[in-house]
């Protein structure tokens, strides 16, 4: 099993979760009706070039020439597409359906796979697409808990997140009967250039590079190949696949959990 970092082309990561509004982050805006204004405005300051994160993760030049906004996501149902554009001057488009996006994206990344399998961590639940079938399993919040919210052994939750991902990749085959010849699989967190997670609200997978090729072993899975990529980088795959974002700098955003970023440009 060969498993390397995937870089999109035309996809730059953009770590928006933390960008400092006039009350808060925008992570602390996630509730009904909290969470368009504070997305309004965090575009704003991203377009004006004053946009800044807590955690002071660099944020390119080039989101000030953003053109159009598309959304996707669990909270996509929370948020007028159409009034934001009207607040925002700019087109912002959600996905046609938002239930199918990793999974076209993952096409899209290995078109001439056989048995694909597209496997997506989200912040609250494992989203698994193999074959003809849909998964999707909740995070197990009494063990696994947000990082840092209450205190944990991080080894053990490590070993308690390699376990439940590599079980519910067993579920999957047991399900379908397939086991896939490639796999994308998409993490919560920032990715630099190798495979190593950046922080995340699950303890424990940071800076563990194994997780991926560990839990998809673990699961009696050996593909040929596996891509591993930020979940918001495989939503700007997905979006680059919509008419209506072809030839614009689009920001692509995913509203679950949080808040996840991306720049799609031409």
């Known amino acids: 099993m060969s498993a390397q970092r995937r870089h999109p082309a035309g996809v730059i990561a953009l770590e928006v979760w933390d960008l400092q509004l006039a009350r808060g982050i925008l992570w602390n805006h996630m509730e009904d009706g909290a969470l368009q204004p504070a997305l309004v ?3 704003d300051r991203l377009r004006r070039g004053t946009a800044r994160t807590r955690s002071g993760t660099p944020i390119p030049p080039l989101v000030r020439s953003i053109e159009a906004v598309w959304l996707t996501g669990g909270r996509l149902h929370g948020v007028d597409p159409t009034a934001m554009s009207a607040a925002l001057g700019l087109p912002v488009w959600g996905a046609p359906d938002p239930s199918t996006v990793a999974e076209d994206a993952g096409r899209a990344l ?3 796979a056989g ?13 698994i697409g193999l074959g003809p079938r849909r998964l999707q399993l909740e995070r197990p919040w009494d063990l696994l808990p947000l990082a840092d919210a209450t205190p944990v052994d991080r080894l053990a939750a490590r070993t308690t997140l390699r376990r439940w991902v590599s079980r519910g990749l067993t579920r999957a085959t047991a399900t379908t009967g397939l086991r896939p010849e490639a796999v994308v699989f998409a993490l919560p967190c920032a990715l630099g250039s190798t495979l190593t997670p950046g922080s995340s609200s699950y303890p424990g997978l940071e800076g563990d590079a194994d997780f991926v090729p560990d839990a998809i072993a673990a699961a009696g899975w050996a593909p040929e190949r596996v891509h591993v990529l930020n979940d918001a980088e495989l939503a700007a795959v997905a979006a680059s696949l919509d008419p209506r974002t072809r030839g ?12 996840g970023g ?4 031409p």
Do not use: C, N, W, Y
Not at 121 to 127: D, E, R
Not at 248 to 259: A, P, Q, R
Not at 262 to 265: D, G, K, M, S, V
């Open 262 to 265: 991306a720049l799609r440009h």
């Open 41 to 43: 405005e965090a575009i």
């Open 115 to 127: 048995t694909l399998a597209v496997v997506d961590l989200g912040q609250s639940h494992l989203k």
């Open 248 to 259: 614009t700098l689009t920001l692509v955003l995913t509203l679950g959990f949080g808040v």
């Open 110 to 112: 290995l078109p001439h």
